[in-house]
């Protein structure tokens, strides 16, 4: 009988072995970096809609008049002096 056989079971083996150790990585590497992308979205969107908030606040403030009708950036002019 010849060895032949055997190391072709042996290749099958090593290939098995390689196959169950990077294919599992690679998937486990995969989630990690979709993980990480969605969690810098989240966090992009999340500072945008704060922006957006805190840029309609200054716009209601703008449109703010109290009971004389003066608005909060108003200053009161005085007539010039000649």
């Known amino acids: 009988m010849s060895a032949a056989p055997d190391v072709l079971a042996m290749d099958g083996v090593a290939v098995i072995g390689t196959l169950g150790f990077f294919v599992p990585a690679a998937i486990l590497l995969t989630v990690v970096v979709l993980a990480v992308v969605r969690?810098?979205?989240?966090?992009?969107?999340?500072?945008?809609?704060?922006?957006?908030?805190?840029?309609?606040?200054?716009?209601?403030l703008d449109d703010y008049e109290d009971i004389?009708?003066?608005?909060?950036g108003d200053r009161p002019r005085t007539p010039p002096t000649d």
Do not use: M
């Open 68 to 72: 004389q009708g003066h608005r909060p």
């Open 39 to 60: 969690d810098r979205r989240l966090a992009a969107q999340e500072e945008a809609d704060e922006a957006a908030e805190q840029a309609r606040a200054r716009e209601a």
